[in-house]
């Protein structure tokens, strides 16, 4: 049997709480274990961006960045990676250029080593800037640019479609290519056919990583197969946070990896103590009602429907406020259909929001007959360019009042943002470092509403103010 070793992503610390508890896992919860999980041998630690920095602003009253220094004082030898939306950043809009250089540049200078960026259209024109940021800021070897895939299926995302990409993400400059199967809708023997047409286009020093799923039940089929199939590095989720929605967990992969040509290196006797620890976690975060049993379970409406776990929540709860819980299996069958019509993007944030609200839209008022402004918007080809052909009648409805469609780069309509942005946060009382204009950027009211918060406690007045927004406080 040939193969190599086997690296892996441990995501305990941001996709694992994030799939499966809202991302409310604390700092303070994360601390004692930091010197055991970078002694362990991973080749990353999946902690910070995502919903991180927003959560840690709007519920755990942190400051991410602070969060990030303090993780990268315990983990010396392990980098620590973080998700990139792009153009996105973390925020739900583009960002003019200026911001994401920032942003990357800030990342890395507090303790980022591995930078995984997507964008939910797999349009590579909303990944230029954040590339050139990594490379610019983080060449040495210090940080590594990895760029992903937004794996989904369609009639016109084909294996050779997914090949093309990672070559042009390539040529742009990526370290490494990600298959990023968030939907889990990769299935075992295309995961194998995927990867072994990666690695023979892709330079042999370009590293293939591969991140899904466990929502259909398939997601350790899928790795073993990627594995096979000579994938250099996978993501895991330790046990206690591992499976259903997260990711596969790492302790059985490493278990069945070892004394094969595939073997890890890890010693499983390292990671129980940090297994233990995080049972402990995941006791607290389902005591406080944010980690519910069921997203451990199996549910294979994602490969019928192609609808992933955090989408089919949204539609749900978007019926249930319109008292129409019984037409989930309409808005169901609805949801490919207002896909196609937009071109076939991936369903990802925010794509898949925008996908979901108007299909449930269709099915409660009629096809087409209120029309979301963002799904306005994705026609008009403001998020970028989908793969697929756009309904020429969506269209035409789209453009009814002389809309015009955007046909270049989205970001290149944006005029620069950091001087201005700097002078408010100031002008606000709130400037203590570069980043707090980043965290302004991007999520305004909730980051004033930390920084008020942050500001009485150096005083010594109210504590309770990230729940009193609205009370005036000394600046």
Same mark, same amino acid.
């Given at each position: 049997?040939?193969?190599?070793?086997?690296?892996?992503?441990?995501?305990?610390?941001?996709?694992?709480?994030?799939?499966? !508890?809202?991302?409310?896992?604390?700092?303070?919860?994360?601390?004692?274990?930091?010197?055991?999980?970078?002694?362990?041998?991973?080749?990353?630690?999946?902690?910070?961006?995502?919903?991180?920095?927003?959560?840690?602003?709007?519920?755990?009253?942190?400051?991410?960045?602070?969060?990030?220094?303090?993780?990268?004082?315990?983990?010396?030898?392990?980098?620590?990676?973080?998700?990139?939306?792009?153009?996105?950043?973390?925020?739900?809009?583009?960002?003019?250029?200026?911001?994401?250089?920032?942003?990357?540049?800030?990342?890395?200078?507090?303790?980022?080593?591995?930078?995984?960026?997507?964008?939910?259209?797999?349009?590579?024109?909303?990944?230029?800037?954040?590339?050139?940021?990594?490379?610019?800021?983080?060449?040495?070897?210090?940080?590594?640019?990895?760029?992903?895939?937004?794996?989904?299926?369609?009639?016109?995302?084909?294996?050779?479609?997914?090949?093309?990409? !990672?070559?042009?993400?390539?040529?742009?400059?990526?370290?490494?290519?990600?298959?990023?199967?968030?939907?889990?809708?990769?299935?075992?023997?295309?995961?194998?056919?995927?990867?072994?047409?990666?690695?023979?286009?892709?330079?042999?020093?370009?590293?293939?990583?591969?991140?899904?799923?466990?929502?259909?039940?398939?997601?350790?089929?899928?790795?073993?197969?990627?594995?096979?199939?000579?994938?250099?590095?996978?993501?895991?989720?330790?046990?206690?946070?591992?499976?259903? %929605?997260?990711?596969?967990?790492?302790?059985?992969?490493?278990?069945?990896?070892?004394? %094969?040509?595939?073997?890890?290196?890890?010693?499983?006797?390292?990671?129980?103590?940090? &297994?233990?620890?995080?049972?402990?976690?995941?006791?607290?975060?389902?005591?406080?009602?944010?980690?519910?049993?069921?997203?451990?379970?199996?549910?294979?409406?994602?490969?019928?429907?192609?609808?992933?776990?955090?989408?089919?929540?949204?539609?749900?709860?978007?019926?249930?406020?319109?008292?129409?819980?019984?037409?989930?299996?309409?808005?169901?069958?609805?949801?490919?259909?207002?896909?196609?019509?937009?071109?076939?993007?991936?369903?990802? %944030?925010?794509?898949?929001?925008?996908?979901?609200?108007?299909? &449930?839209?269709?099915?409660?008022?009629?096809?087409?007959?209120?029309?979301?402004?963002?799904?306005?918007?994705?026609?008009?080809?403001?998020?970028?360019?989908?793969?697929?052909?756009?309904?020429?009648?969506?269209?035409?409805?789209?453009?009814?009042?002389?809309?015009?469609?955007?046909?270049?780069?989205?970001?290149?309509?944006?005029?620069?943002?950091?001087? !201005?942005?700097?002078?408010?946060?100031?002008?606000?009382?709130?400037?203590?470092?570069?980043?707090?204009?980043?965290?302004?950027?991007?999520?305004?009211?909730?980051?004033?509403?930390?920084?008020?918060?942050?500001?009485?406690?150096?005083?010594?007045?109210?504590?309770?103010?990230?729940?009193?927004?609205?009370?005036?406080?000394?600046?």
């Amino acid at each position: 049997m040939e193969g190599k070793k086997v690296l892996i992503t441990d995501t305990i610390l941001r996709d694992a709480h994030q799939s499966h !508890a809202a991302t409310r896992m604390k700092f303070e919860e994360m601390e004692p274990v930091l010197p055991l999980l970078d002694d362990i041998g991973y080749y990353s630690l999946e902690a910070w961006g995502g919903a991180t920095f927003d959560s840690c602003l709007r519920f755990l009253n942190e400051d991410p960045w602070e969060r990030l220094r303090n993780l990268k004082k315990y983990l010396k030898k392990t980098p620590i990676q973080m998700l990139l939306r792009g153009q996105n950043l973390l925020g739900y809009r583009h960002y003019a250029d200026d911001v994401v250089e920032k942003f990357v540049e800030k990342s890395i200078e507090n303790g980022v080593g591995v930078i995984r960026l997507f964008d939910a259209l797999n349009d590579p024109r909303n990944l230029e800037a954040s590339v050139k940021a990594i490379k610019k800021y983080g060449k040495d070897g210090k940080c590594v640019c990895e760029c992903a895939i937004s794996y989904t299926t369609s009639p016109v995302h084909t294996t050779e479609y997914f090949v093309r990409f !990672a070559k042009q993400l390539e040529d742009m400059g990526a370290d490494n290519i990600c298959i990023k199967d968030m939907a889990n809708l990769l299935l075992p023997f295309t995961a194998y056919d995927l990867v072994k047409k990666l690695k023979a286009e892709l330079r042999p020093e370009t590293k293939v990583h591969l991140h899904t799923h466990n929502t259909t039940g398939t997601g350790d089929m899928i790795n073993l197969m990627a594995i096979q199939a000579g994938v250099d590095i996978v993501d895991c989720a330790l046990s206690p946070l591992g499976n259903g %929605t997260s990711q596969p967990a790492t302790e059985p992969l490493v278990a069945a990896l070892k004394s %094969t040509p595939y073997d890890t290196g890890i010693d499983i006797e390292k990671l129980l103590p940090a &297994v233990n620890h995080f049972k402990k976690v995941a006791a607290r975060l389902e005591k406080d009602g944010f980690l519910n049993p069921k997203v451990r379970s199996i549910d294979i409406n994602t490969l019928l429907y192609q609808v992933p776990g955090g989408m089919l929540s949204n539609l749900m709860n978007q019926l249930k406020q319109a008292g129409k819980e019984e037409k989930l299996t309409e808005c169901l069958a609805e949801v490919p259909k207002v896909r196609k019509d937009c071109g076939y993007p991936p369903l990802v %944030t925010p794509s898949s929001q925008i996908v979901g609200t108007q299909a &449930v839209w269709n099915v409660l008022l009629g096809r087409y007959k209120t029309i979301t402004a963002q799904f306005k918007d994705l026609i008009l080809g403001k998020y970028g360019a989908v793969p697929g052909e756009k309904s020429e009648e969506v269209v035409k409805l789209c453009t009814a009042n002389g809309e015009e469609m955007v046909t270049c780069r989205p970001a290149d309509l944006l005029s620069d943002e950091m001087t !201005a942005l700097t002078e408010k946060v100031k002008e606000l009382g709130f400037y203590t470092q570069e980043e707090d204009v980043l965290s302004y950027a991007l999520f305004p009211e909730v980051s004033v509403n930390y920084f008020k918060w942050r500001k009485a406690r150096q005083i010594g007045v109210d504590s309770d103010l990230a729940s009193n927004p609205d009370k005036v406080y000394p600046v």
